[in-house]
């Protein structure tokens, strides 16, 4: 039997790892959703619709070199000498009740290995790593089919989020605004990411900005910064959503226990002004409801975050 081990990934995994992603995708069309084509008739942009860089060897390895330089993590699992897994964490610290965590961003295992345990020690190491970094849990957010499997491996549903859509339109802009794009994480200020938790709040601060190829270059986005009226630090960054790019995916950082609404309203101006016709916003339960009730925002679909907590490893 191949011993299975676990290693950090290199950008040499690459072709490796999309080989992983691809396994899993058993029709490729045109643009992401025109007619059906094979694979190699794609362009990088298209593959890329279909599940984002690691479908194809190159802008995989890219990506694999600028997550290792913004300092998050990636193992890859091997069955002998084959990678069939890979994992990605991103280390994040917000005030409580988020804490310092390790976030596991991405797993997936070769549609040939499921079910002979790599998911698993893929989770295991992440645990170690989370122990080794002094973080108080590890956190995900899956998609619903795999909710099982991260149940079985010591993960339980956390933070409840429901996705509503707001029409761009001038409402409110706090003044001294100004636009931020090349801003570093706001590490320390005593923020959370009220608004966009699709993942950790370090990681969607940063893919916001990820525009690798010249198709998602093109696509606008922005992030800014301001003062909120009672003298709060506000973060606020839209980013154009490829398959439906007159619509906007908004982020929203301030202190928890702020008036969320002046920044929504300033986040519906701003998308106004870049010409988007919508700003999706993702929040937590139940304070997103109440707010979309007061603003008549349309319901998109429903998200939930989990998370295990880590304790002392035992002797």
């Not at 890979?86 to 917000?94: G, L, N, Q, Y």
């Not at 525009?211 to 154009?240: D, I, S, Y």
């Not at 319901?299 to 304790?311: S, V």
Request: glycine fraction near 8%; charged fraction near 20%.
């Amino acid at each position: 039997m191949k011993r299975l081990t676990i290693r950090p990934a290199t950008p040499e995994d690459a072709a490796a790892i999309t080989a992983i992603h691809c396994s899993h995708i058993s029709v490729w069309r045109r643009g992401g959703k025109g007619d059906i084509v094979p694979y190699e008739a794609l362009s990088p942009y298209e593959q890329w619709l279909h599940g984002g860089p690691w479908m194809n060897a190159e802008t995989c390895a890219a990506h694999l070199r600028r997550w290792q330089e913004t300092g998050h993590l990636t193992l890859v699992a091997l069955l002998g000498e084959e990678v069939v897994g890979e994992a990605e964490f991103v280390e994040d610290e917000e005030p409580l009740p988020y804490g310092h965590v390790l976030h596991l961003s991405l797993l997936i295992v070769h549609r040939a290995y499921l079910g002979q345990g790599v998911g698993r020690a893929l989770v295991d190491a992440g645990v170690t790593l989370a122990r080794e970094r002094g973080c108080i849990a590890l956190t995900t957010q899956p998609e619903q089919a795999a909710e099982p499997f991260y149940h079985r491996v010591g993960f339980e549903p956390w933070l409840w989020l429901r996705e509503w859509q707001a029409p761009a339109r001038e409402v409110f802009l706090p003044a001294d605004l100004r636009r931020a794009d090349d801003a570093p994480y706001p590490a320390g200020q005593g923020l959370v990411l009220r608004v966009g938790r699709y993942q950790a709040s370090r990681h969607m601060w940063y893919e916001m900005a990820n525009r690798p190829l010249p198709e998602l270059a093109r696509l606008p986005w922005g992030r800014w910064q301001a003062p909120m009226p009672g003298g709060e630090k506000l973060w606020l960054g839209l980013r154009a959503q490829p398959l439906a790019p007159t619509q906007a995916d908004g982020f929203i950082w301030m202190p928890p226990g702020a008036d969320l609404r002046p920044a929504v309203e300033a986040l519906q101006s701003l998308a106004a002004r870049l010409g988007f016709a919508f700003v999706d916003l993702l929040m937590e339960e139940p304070e997103g409801r109440a707010l979309a009730s007061a603003l008549d925002l349309e319901f998109q679909t429903d998200l939930t975050f989990w998370r295990m907590e880590i304790g002392e490893q035992s002797p």
